[in-house]
């Protein structure tokens, strides 16, 4: 089935959906509020399905990446808790050089600039006038709110902080604390990716120099921690607070389909966020043209992605409290390490652990 669509949002997902649909032969226009590609986030840790979704849309080939198969779990004082590690075939790749890629792959045109979609009425003037409209406008999402009403963001309870520090990183680590992880590994291109996830409570408000609050809050720690502290400047550093999705009965209302953030929300600590989105763009493209009406494409789209999606939000919601745990870390620390042990003695090699599996919060 061939068609036309209008995706709100130049996002991760909305573009992947665009360049997929743009393939099938579907008439496609991306309508994005602000000027230009969004210029937040750092390292994204792109996972082997992730990065066949991005091979299929003919984009890999520019893109530079580093290694994020393999790294370390640390304790404040810099003793290794256990190893960790991401499938074979995953690949750290900058956000920003994703986007554009992404966005070079769409012929000229495709995005439109500076047009929000937001009002109730704006959203059914679209809907009327295309076949598919394909929410693709974030965490904060004005067509899923419009569209879902009962929709429910969640307070994770943790701020980040993140960044890229002008120093090289000789390998990837995270390491946990109490109420407090930090995590640092190479930058594609050079530098250091670097990210700290705070408890809310610990991190102050908005307004507070957020440099003096990190070298506070982790005085104490090992002597990579500050080296990335000493490098950087308040003005260099990324702060939000994270939230995440309650689940939703459907993805799918109407002609309207929810895809990345719009649809699953999640807590980073998984890194499985911008995976999803990515699968999720072809996944909507796949079943619309592979069905006979898009009534039928969208419920294939909605029993494809939902549940897989939803235990990711799920999983990353669980990371969250396990590694920013403020009572008893101890315990926690006990069992990460003793899953490394019990790795270490089925399989050759150093131990290995697959809880934290992210490159940034």
Not at 161 to 167: D, E, K
Request: charged share 20%; hydrophobic share 45%; aromatic share 4%.
């Amino acid at each position: 089935m061939k068609g036309s669509a209008v995706i709100v949002g130049a996002g991760i997902a909305g573009l992947a959906a665009a360049g997929s649909l743009t393939a099938g032969g579907w008439d496609v226009e991306v309508r994005e509020r602000h000027a230009g590609l969004s210029t937040a986030g750092t390292l994204l840790g792109i996972w082997p399905k992730a990065w066949a979704a991005l091979q299929r849309l003919g984009v890999t080939g520019g893109l530079d990446t580093v290694d994020v198969t393999s790294g370390e779990i640390l304790r404040p004082d810099g003793r290794v808790m256990a190893a960790l590690t991401l499938p074979e075939g995953s690949h750290g790749v900058a956000r920003m050089s994703l986007l554009e890629a992404l966005l070079a792959a769409l012929p000229d045109g495709t995005v439109r600039w500076g047009i929000p979609v937001n009002s109730p009425a704006e959203l059914a003037d679209l809907r009327a006038g295309a076949d598919v409209v394909v929410a693709a406008d974030g965490v904060h999402s004005a067509v899923r709110a419009a569209s879902l009403p009962g929709s429910r963001l969640r307070d994770a309870g943790v701020v980040a902080f993140r960044g890229v520090a002008p120093i090289e990183s000789a390998g990837a680590s995270e390491t946990w604390g109490q109420g407090l992880i930090f995590g640092r590994a190479s930058f594609p291109g050079g530098g250091s990716n670097w990210y700290a996830g705070v408890q809310a409570r610990l991190a102050g408000d908005r307004g507070d120099e957020p440099l003096a609050i990190l070298r506070r809050l982790y005085r104490d720690w090992h002597p990579a921690v500050h080296e990335v502290l000493g490098a950087i400047t308040p003005e260099q550093i990324d702060r939000r607070r994270i939230e995440d999705l309650a689940p939703l009965a459907s993805y799918v209302t109407g002609n309207t389909a929810l895809v990345g953030d719009a649809a699953h929300a999640m807590a980073p600590h998984l890194g499985r966020g911008g995976c999803e989105a990515l699968v999720d763009g072809l996944a909507l493209a796949d079943a619309l043209l592979a069905a006979s009406s898009v009534t039928e494409g969208l419920a294939q789209y909605d029993a494809a992605r939902r549940r897989t999606t939803q235990r990711a939000v799920a999983g990353s919601r669980l990371m969250n409290r396990l590694t920013n745990q403020q009572q008893h870390p101890w315990l926690r620390d006990s069992l990460v390490a003793a899953a490394g042990r019990l790795a270490a003695r089925r399989r050759p090699g150093p131990a290995a652990t697959t809880p934290p599996g992210r490159t940034t919060p």
